[in-house]
């Protein structure tokens, strides 16, 4: 399917969020002059330089790719201006877009944003929204401008979030639906028919960046929120907790309503634990250095008595 009148841009992105716009763009007849990225990293345990998703994925389209560190160079600023754009597309980019940036496009910078704006402003949205027991999210496609996710909508959907949702699952779902949602955009910018809508200044929401602390497991959280914080930080940070001063992996867990006990105490042999309110069933843990196992199987191996504490 071709685009009403191909517009000239360029598309600002790095992770597999990013990919799938850039595919139905192209997909759609539009003018890609330009991919930016952020710079190919060390990463796995060769820690080999590697090239982003987006990297990859411009590159087999034969797009030119450019990854500077920072875009508040003024030179950077100027080969930006030189591409004379009408639109730049922005998805999970990484780098602040100076003034200098969000004025060059002929009609600016176009942002797909993971959440139901403006709840989730900010760098977390998909991760936030589980960790909050939401019940649901989206896509909000917005004119950028100089503040945090705070630009006019231009074009919102949403989707459920269950009691079995995972990041990487609503990952892939917004995905799928922020390219769809900015192909229609940009049809919108192309043919006069777009139309911004403010965001109203209630139930504004951040969604702060994500640290490895966040995945550190409170045996006196309620069960119900532990559960969610599995859901929500698989497959980065991941969640942990500390078993005899070592380190220990929660892939997967489930909810035992039926249980309860003092917070962090190990309750039966399957690796039941109580939590502040109910108990948590560790169905597959990780030590470090070691493959994936079952919960019990751990235990067995250890040895640890019903009662311990975690």
Avoid at 30 to 49: D, F, L, N, S, T
Wanted: charged content about 20%; proline content about 6%.
């Amino acid at each position: 399917m071709s685009a009403p009148c191909p517009l000239r841009l360029a598309l600002m992105g790095t992770p597999d969020f990013a990919v799938a716009a850039l595919e139905a763009l192209h997909q759609a007849g539009h003018a890609i002059v330009a991919v930016y990225c952020q710079p190919p990293k060390p990463a796995g345990r060769g820690h080999q330089v590697q090239k982003t998703s987006m990297h990859r994925a411009a590159e087999a389209l034969g797009i030119e790719v450019r990854t500077p560190k920072t875009l508040r160079d003024p030179v950077e600023q100027e080969k930006f201006a030189a591409l004379n754009l009408d639109v730049a597309v922005v998805a999970a980019y990484g780098l602040i877009l100076p003034q200098a940036i969000l004025d060059a496009p002929k009609f600016g910078c176009i942002n797909i944003h993971g959440s139901l704006l403006p709840r989730w402003r900010g760098a977390a949205p998909i991760q936030r929204a589980i960790l909050a027991g939401d019940k649901e999210t989206g896509i909000t496609i917005m004119q950028m401008d100089a503040g945090l996710d705070t630009g006019a909508m231009l074009i919102k959907d949403s989707v459920a979030i269950t009691d079995k949702t995972t990041a990487q699952e609503l990952h892939d779902a917004l995905a799928t639906m922020g390219a769809r949602l900015i192909v229609r955009a940009l049809d919108d910018l192309a043919t006069g028919t777009q139309h911004p809508t403010p965001q109203p200044e209630e139930g504004v929401t951040y969604a702060n960046k994500l640290t490895r602390e966040d995945g550190k497991i409170e045996w006196t959280k309620p069960a119900y929120e532990i559960e969610r914080q599995l859901r929500a930080l698989h497959p980065w940070p991941g969640c942990y907790f500390s078993l005899n001063g070592e380190t220990v992996k929660l892939l997967a867990a489930t909810f035992v309503a039926a249980q309860s006990g003092e917070a962090g105490v190990l309750l039966d042999d399957q690796f039941t634990v109580a939590c502040g309110t109910q108990a948590l069933r560790l169905v597959s843990v990780q030590r470090a250095g070691k493959n994936a196992t079952e919960g019990a199987s751990l235990l067995r191996g250890l040895r640890l008595p019903i009662g311990s504490r975690l």
